[in-house]
Nanobody, 129 residues
Framework: QVQLVESGGGLVQAGGSLRLSCAAS????????MGWFRQAPGKEREFVVA????????YYGDFVKGRFTISRDNAKNTVYLQMNSLKPEDTAVYYC??????????????????????WGQGTQVTVSS
């Protein structure tokens, strides 16, 4: 059974940092694009960032603007999201995603949640003002 398990969420003050982790089990994703989405209450799921299998290319959501960094450790089957200079509007459930469909390689395509095959259960990030 394939599982993606996020961790590292929590409550942080504005301006602070958090590092999220997503550990995959059940199969390897070392040749797959992996990424992060987020969803705030009452809003659609929003693309944050994605990374190719070797880190050679990174795709950013429109709002990221240098505050968030994605990385991965294929030996650990894990992807990370480092979030700095957090703002209250970053409050959301953050979801790990893996393996978009075949041929899905552009930012607009990767921004479409329906085109990803695997999802974690999410981790809550709350940023207080």
């Amino acid at each position: 059974q394939v599982q993606l398990v996020e961790s590292g969420g929590g409550l942080v003050q504005a301006g602070g940092s958090l590092r999220l982790s997503c550990a995959a089990s059940g199969r390897t994703f070392e040749h797959s694009i992996m990424g992060w989405f987020r969803q705030a209450p009452g809003k659609e799921r929003e693309f944050v960032v994605a990374i190719t299998w070797n880190g050679g290319r990174i795709y950013y959501g429109d709002f990221v603007k240098g505050r968030f960094t994605i990385s991965r450790d294929n030996a650990k089957n894990t992807v990370y999201l480092q979030m700095n200079s957090l703002k209250p509007e970053d409050t959301a459930v953050y979801y790990c995603a893996a393996e978009p469909g075949v041929g899905v390689t552009s930012t607009p395509q990767l921004s479409t949640p329906q085109l990803w095959n695997y999802w974690g259960q999410g981790t809550q990030v709350t940023v207080s003002s």
